[in-house]
Nanobody
Framework: VQLQASGGGSVQPGGSLRLSCAAS????????VGWFRQAPGKEREWVSY????????YYTDSVKGRFTTSRNNAKNTVYLQMNSLKPEDTAVYYC????????????????????WGQGTQVTVSS
């Protein structure tokens, strides 16, 4: 199983980026897929996840209304569309996948995830 995160880069405040998480060896719509981020000097934090099958999405409060997680089953890829980016969104972003079976709060914890991508840097700066 391999997850490949991509799409990071440098943007000005207010800009947008779309991150992709492509999978091989596993079918993403059978799993929960989460996005996490780690800013310099801080612990990794949960950002969003999309549930298996029905594709319900959840977001941490700081990104609600700005970030959107979606899934393309044909491409076996999950996306994180990030709009209205702020300097505090600067971090390395990771995607991860977990088997279903937990409650909604489990998927906010990185301990519950089975597979991880390598991370992609997002820098928001003027």
């Amino acid at each position: 199983v391999q997850l490949q995160a991509s799409g990071g880069g440098s943007v000005q405040p207010g800009g947008s980026l779309r991150l992709s998480c492509a999978a091989s060896g596993v079918t993403l719509n059978h799993l929960y897929v989460g996005w996490f981020r780690q800013a310099p000097g801080k612990e990794r934090e949960w950002v969003s996840y999309i549930s298996s099958r029905d594709g319900i999405t959840y977001y941490t409060d700081s990104v609600k209304g700005r970030f959107t997680t979606s899934r393309n089953n044909a491409k076996n890829t999950v996306y994180l569309q990030m709009n209205s980016l702020k300097p505090e969104d600067t971090a390395v972003y990771y995607c991860a996948a977990a088997y279903p079976g937990g409650d909604m709060n489990h998927y906010k914890s990185e301990a519950f995830y089975n597979y991880w991508g390598q991370g992609t840097q997002v820098t928001v700066s003027s």
